[in-house]
């Protein structure tokens, strides 16, 4: 049966923004300082969305609040429709001029910090109305955002984790050897990964895209290992330092830092095939995706490295 034009004309974008952030926060005060709004004023337009489509999306308790089985494929195809609604808006801006006004940005959290302050000023010179926002992260946090419309784009390292994904390669980054000053492995006269394996190879904790990267490459199996892992590059630099063990390094993330008093070396690998290739990805159904091949093309212009092979979708 077809839905009345009258049903339709009391459906609001902005009531399907309030109910899908109330999902995401469950929390009806949190939702409305995101949405800047009062928690009255949201409420009372939840309930009224509730009222149109005859069905409870939420179950509200004294401290918490929960989506409803009901509301569960409603809310779904609530963030379709608020994602379709921006895409039309970003499609619009961007036949106006391509490039401009906000873009979400997402990096993994082993590249932003070491990549993003030698391309940020280039960008800005390059594309002056383009207004960057930008979120660090891991790779599956990162294109679970993507897939939910709450990034337009992010730096990750390829392949994509997922099919839904277009991706542009940007260029390839070497990883680097970095061992405790005085190392054995200091002393070959070339040095490969197979040299690595049985070693006390140092890593992330689980989550981090290079930690699965540094086991593939060593050949060393992904189940549970005994030691402590790092919660991040720099840590991994220091439990280096400290003579834990031994670990590969983004070239980008180990070029021009300190060597924290003379404790950590580096040594490259003659392996071509150790490293990474970093790439821009976004959406498959973006209807902007001539503006980010644009986008990708200038950062790939500009790359501190040497270009990744081109297989983008």
Not at 49 to 64: I, K, T
Not at 108 to 123: D, E, K, M, S
């Amino acid at each position: 049966m077809p839905v009345p034009p009258s049903t339709l004309a009391g459906l609001s974008l902005r009531d399907l923004e309030y109910a899908v952030t109330v999902a995401e926060m469950r929390h009806f005060g949190r939702a409305a300082e995101r949405c800047g709004v009062s928690q009255p004023a949201l409420s009372e337009q939840i309930r009224k969305l509730e009222a149109l489509l005859g069905v409870a999306l939420f179950e509200r308790a004294a401290r918490r609040v929960e989506v409803t089985p009901q509301g569960e494929a409603l809310l779904a195809q609530a963030r379709a429709v608020t994602r379709a609604a921006r895409g039309l808006l970003d499609l619009a801006q961007q036949q106006a001029e391509p490039l401009s006004g906000p873009l979400r940005l997402g990096v993994i959290a082993t590249l932003g910090p070491y990549y993003l302050p030698g391309v940020l000023r280039a960008v800005r010179d390059r594309f002056p109305r383009l207004v960057l926002r930008l979120q660090e992260g891991r790779t599956a946090a990162l294109v679970a955002a993507l897939e939910q419309g709450e990034l337009d784009a992010a730096l990750i390292a390829l392949p994509a984790p997922t099919d839904s994904l277009a991706a542009a390669p940007l260029f390839f980054e070497p990883f680097l050897l970095a061992c405790p000053q005085g190392h054995a492995l200091l002393d070959q006269p070339e040095l490969t990964l197979a040299d690595l394996r049985g070693s006390d190879l140092l890593l992330l904790e689980e989550g981090h895209c290079l930690r699965d990267q540094a086991l593939s490459l060593c050949a060393m199996p992904r189940g549970e290992r005994d030691g402590r892992f790092a919660t991040s590059l720099e840590m991994l630099r220091h439990m280096i330092a400290a003579g834990e063990g031994i670990s590969l390094l983004p070239q980008l993330a180990a070029q021009g830092r300190s060597d924290l008093g003379g404790l950590v070396a580096l040594r490259r690998l003659e392996d071509a095939e150790a490293g990474r290739r970093i790439g821009l990805v976004w959406r498959g159904t973006d209807p902007r995706r001539e503006s980010f091949r644009a986008l990708a093309g200038f950062l790939r212009e500009t790359a501190p490295l040497p270009p990744a092979p081109e297989t983008a979708s």
